[in-house]
């Protein structure tokens, strides 16, 4: 059975009083529950918290609650004022790093072959990478989706050998990325399926049904069940619904409903 996972994505919110209260709150949400050994939960503060958010996942969760960076530097160290090499982050404590999302595609014009790089340094640091992939309203109205998201997938595709368990894919469709607008489950899962297609091809039919697919884009607990239910949905990276603990874990509970 592939992993599935839920991972909050907390952008450029919080101050650090409110960082170490979500950390507590979902911790101590998970205590209570029952987690199944297939399910990984992943939290992305920004890069200040990082440490100290860290600090409070209890050493008893660790084997499945994990700490992501929201990106990572394309080098490796030296003269770069103000960006943070994937070895800064592996130093305290993050597991993962989420690369190419949307937001920063769009702000920090990042293209293909930098993302590249960033995976790249990713692996080299021993951090598991969340690539993010997806289309804009105007792409999916012209009807490119699929071929917007195979170029975003096929530069990266080319750099994955000896460590495919360690990429994880997250479709984000950039219209639906905090505007509570939600690709239906069947969008969602069409896109998800020709992913896995693309993984097939690529790198045979074994590593296509190994490797998750999360979803991404306004997905919260009124909604995640749904998603969750679609054959190649594996779980969500989640933005606004994951800056509450509450709402968070309401999230986590539809997965625990769809795995059990
Ligand atoms: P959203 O963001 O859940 O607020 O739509 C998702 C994301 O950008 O990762």
Redesign the pocket.
């Known amino acids: 059975m592939r992993k599935k996972i839920i991972a909050g994505?907390w952008?450029m919110n919080l101050n650090l009083a409110e960082a170490e209260d979500l950390v507590k709150g979902v911790a101590s949400g998970l205590q209570t529950r029952n987690i199944s050994e297939n399910l990984k939960v992943i939290i992305a503060p920004s890069h200040p918290y990082l440490f100290t958010v860290n600090t409070f996942i209890p050493g008893s969760q660790s084997h499945f609650f994990h700490l992501s960076a929201q990106d990572c530097s394309i080098n490796k160290s030296g003269a770069f004022t103000g960006d943070v090499a994937a070895s800064m982050l592996k130093n305290v404590g993050c597991d993962f790093t989420?690369v190419g999302?949307?937001?920063r595609r769009k702000y920090q014009k990042e293209s293909n072959e930098e993302l590249v790089e960033k995976v790249k340094q990713a692996f080299d640091n021993n951090l598991k990478v969340i690539f993010?992939c997806g289309e804009t309203i105007e792409e999916r109205k012209a009807e490119k989706h699929f071929e917007v998201i195979e170029n975003q997938l096929e530069t990266v595709f080319s750099e994955l050998e000896g460590n495919l368990e360690n990429f994880v894919i997250?479709y984000?469709p950039v219209w639906?990325?905090?505007?509570?607008e939600t690709a239906t489950p069947q969008q969602a899962q069409e896109v998800h399926k020709f992913i896995r297609g693309l993984l097939s091809n690529k790198f045979g039919n074994k590593v296509a049904e190994e490797m998750s697919i999360l979803y991404?884009?306004?997905?919260?607990p009124t909604n995640a069940s749904d998603l969750f239910a679609q054959a190649d949905i594996d779980g969500?990276?989640?933005?606004?619904?994951?800056l509450k603990a509450e709402s968070f874990l309401g999230i986590i509970d539809a997965m625990l409903n769809e795995i059990a």
């Open positions: 994505n952008k989420l999302h949307s937001e993010c997250a984000e639906a990325i905090g505007t509570g991404g884009g306004s997905c919260k969500g990276l989640i933005g606004g619904a994951s």
